[in-house]
């Protein structure tokens, strides 16, 4: 009996225990120094396509995983910026968009008062050589 737990733990280990590593591909300031929008690709391993998150933080503050304002994948042409202070456009040429919400407030700036409104904007007349420009 004992064997056999120790096995079935192995082969779960091994395959169904597949962590997602997370690395920042571009940090952006908000035009007032506030607030960083942070772009995020999530590479769960080699049968799984590239999952790109956007975050908001308060400026310099480390991202909180689950918090992601947007979620996607099969990305193609992403482009972030802030066109003004509290808007920050993401613009794309093709995604599948898994998650978007388009606000982010905190109680760490300013107690919710401090709203950042998200435009998605597809850019479909934009051909771009399948890559993620950030």
């Known amino acids: 009996m004992n064997k056999l737990i120790i096995i079935a733990t192995a082969v779960f280990i091994i395959f169904g225990c597949n962590p997602v590593s997370r690395e920042e591909l ?3 300031t908000s035009p007032d120094s506030i607030v960083d929008a942070v772009l995020v690709q999530a590479n769960g391993g080699a049968t799984t396509s590239f999952i790109y998150e956007l975050y908001v933080v308060k400026k310099g503050a480390k991202i909180t995983e689950g918090s992601a304002l947007l979620r996607a994948d099969h990305v193609d042409g992403l ?3 802030w066109s003004q202070s509290k808007l920050l456009d993401i613009k794309y040429a093709e ?3 898994h998650h978007f919400t388009n606000f ?3 109680k760490d700036v300013n107690n919710f008062k401090y709203v950042v409104e998200l435009r998605l904007i597809p850019q479909h007349d934009t051909v ?3 890559d993620v420009r950030h």
């Open 95 to 97: 995604a599948r968009i």
């Open 128 to 130: 771009i050589n399948n």
């Open 104 to 106: 982010w407030h905190s």
């Open 79 to 81: 482009l972030i910026g």
């Open 26 to 28: 571009k940090r952006t």
